[in-house]
């Protein structure tokens, strides 16, 4: 299905809303704008198989240019808003993307970089311009609202971290489809979630995420409308839900959090019966969270475990939940398999190992990490090459359940976003100060895991509130703020094997003492 269906069916028919400003983009300036921005692009010298780069904030605009894409046969690539303009470099180059979009409002970090990858040929900006860029509006505006004259669907390449600590593209293979051919997650849209046309779907998260981004895209390639939140507010949200008569939604436990604890009287005073089905996902979410949810907006919750590499999908819904309190859910198109970690065998239901997928259909293509083998190597079974796992631990009950219980490489999700230690352990040893660090994650009541560093200083008699703050503001500098510890704790000496290898769990583990799961 494509977005001209619906545009020539219901051409004012809104596509986005925006919560705050309450600019709408109908169906048929999504098409438009997508025909000429792909029009554009292709113009640039852009071709099938090759790559472009955005970051925006959630504006109006977000949607066509993954539009842009999807109808290009291109990969596109959206980056975090709140990257550092280094961070933003590096995935850009890493990429390979020959153009660069970004707006006004991001100026401050974007506007310096023009003219600094050679493999951008085209620097685009937003509601405005600075030196170094064109106006987005007019380069774009000038092209014809047609199809190119061969459309196919594109592909988005969004990063996660590689073994250095350094962000990987995650590159699905090119399909090489025709534009109108939906993608895997299309169709759980429509049959897990009933998703249509008729549907009212709200937003509240970063579009750049994987999760958003592909979810709201297939909302609109079946007809609904999307209410894109420019930011988080708990009592937004739930007004929201009443003006708009919101069906659909996704949210990160976090968000369950905020909105449990608004008092009684704003909490209670929207009406939120128009909710078929929340979807939950990014993070576990914990048990009491969970339940008091569902007691408040009843049996409407549905959660999913997976990840950006799209090589498996794990559902349960909230009577599923309700009967199996702390799982995620059971494979769908796939297959689990718990491993143990030093051997690779398999293992029997509630013994605790690595976790694997394999997909259902043999002839699904598997994943990789754009120019990082060796994570790619490491995301597969040593005898099996066709499972391959995130990096999570967990166990299957009697009744082929899965439950998280740990991560193998000790990712921190707070908030429902995904940090890799070691891009913050990379900047705090380069600290005069620092002799070693170990960066990990640590319980927070509200967004489920917060950044921790523990280090061994150079001399210990400086360790002390000083130091922290001076390590704090030092990594900051360097790495977006969410990526970097909000606290630091000091030892003597981190505990390491003669080889190197920095027994992490051990520190780790101190602060999860007491709780069944280390994850939450």
Same mark, same amino acid.
């Given at each position: ?273 128009? %909710? ?18 569902? +007691? ?12 950006? +590499? ?35 065998? +398999? ?42 796992? %995130? ?57 489920? &895991? ?11 008699? +400086?360790?002390?509130?000083? %130091? ?8 900051? &500098? ?14 003597? &000496? ?7 290898? %920095? ?18």
């Amino acid at each position: 299905m494509q977005l001209a269906t619906h545009a020539d069916a219901h051409p004012d028919k809104p596509a986005v809303v925006m919560a705050s400003s309450g600019e709408v983009v109908t169906f048929r300036q999504l098409d438009e704008r997508s025909m000429q921005l792909a029009q554009y692009l292709h113009h640039v010298g852009v071709r099938p198989g090759d790559t472009i780069a955005f970051c925006l904030e959630n504006n109006e605009r977000f949607h066509e240019v993954c539009w842009a894409g999807q109808r290009s046969g291109i990969y596109y690539t959206a980056i975090s808003s709140r990257l550092t303009a280094g961070e933003i470099e590096y995935i850009v180059e890493d990429s390979g993307a020959k153009v660069l979009i970004t707006s006004r409002a991001l100026a401050d970090t974007l506007g310096p970089l023009a003219g600094k990858m050679p493999s951008v040929d085209a620097y685009l900006m937003m509601n405005g311009t600075v030196d170094g860029w064109d106006s987005y509006e007019e380069s774009v505006g000038a092209m014809p609202a047609k199809p190119l004259d061969e459309e196919l669907e594109g592909e988005d390449l969004l990063y996660s971290s590689g073994t250095t600590g350094r962000p990987k593209g995650v590159k699905p293979p090119f399909r090489n489809a025709p534009y109108g051919t939906p993608p895997a997650v299309n169709m759980l849209c429509q049959l897990l979630y009933a998703l249509d046309e008729n549907s009212i779907y709200l937003s509240p998260a970063p579009l750049y995420h994987a999760a958003p981004l592909r979810f709201t895209r297939e909302a609109q390639r079946l007809g609904a409308t999307v209410i894109v939140m420019e930011k988080f507010d708990a009592g937004e949200y739930l007004r929201l839900v009443e003006e708009h008569h919101v069906t659909h939604s996704q949210v990160v436990p976090s968000m369950f959090v905020r909105m449990l604890k608004l008092p009684e009287e704003e909490r209670t005073k929207h009406d939120v019966s128009s %909710l078929q089905v929340v979807i939950h996902a990014a993070a576990p979410c914990p048990v009491p969270v969970k339940q008091a949810m569902i +007691e408040w907006w009843g049996p409407v919750i549905h959660e999913y475990y997976a990840g950006t +590499e799209g090589n498996g999908f794990v559902a349960i819904n909230s009577e599923e939940w309700l009967a199996h309190k702390g799982s995620v859910g059971k494979p769908l198109l796939s297959n689990v398999h718990i491993c143990d970690e030093a051997t690779g065998e +398999e293992l029997p239901p509630r013994e605790q190992g690595v976790v694997y997928f394999e997909p259902a259909d043999p002839d699904t293509p598997i994943f990789e990490y754009h120019g990082d083998e060796e994570k790619t190597k490491r995301s597969r079974h040593p005898d099996n090459p066709r499972w391959t796992t %995130l990096g999570d631990v967990g166990y299957v009950d009697e009744d082929g359940y899965l439950y998280l219980t740990d991560r193998k490489d000790f990712m921190i999700v707070s908030g429902g976003v995904n940090i890799y230690p070691q891009e913050s352990e990379n900047v705090l040893v380069t600290h005069p100060k620092v002799m070693d660090a170990a960066v990990f994650g640590v319980p927070n009541d509200d967004f489920g &895991e917060e950044v921790k560093a523990v280090i061994q200083p150079v001399d210990m008699s +400086e360790a002390g509130p000083e %130091l922290e703050r001076e390590l704090i503001a030092f990594c900051q &500098e360097h790495l977006a703020k969410v990526k970097c510890p909000r606290s630091v704790d000091f030892m003597e &000496e981190l505990p390491r094997h003669p080889t190197g290898k %920095l027994y992490k769990r051990l520190l780790r583990d101190q602060y999860w003492e007491g709780r069944e799961s280390k994850i939450v």
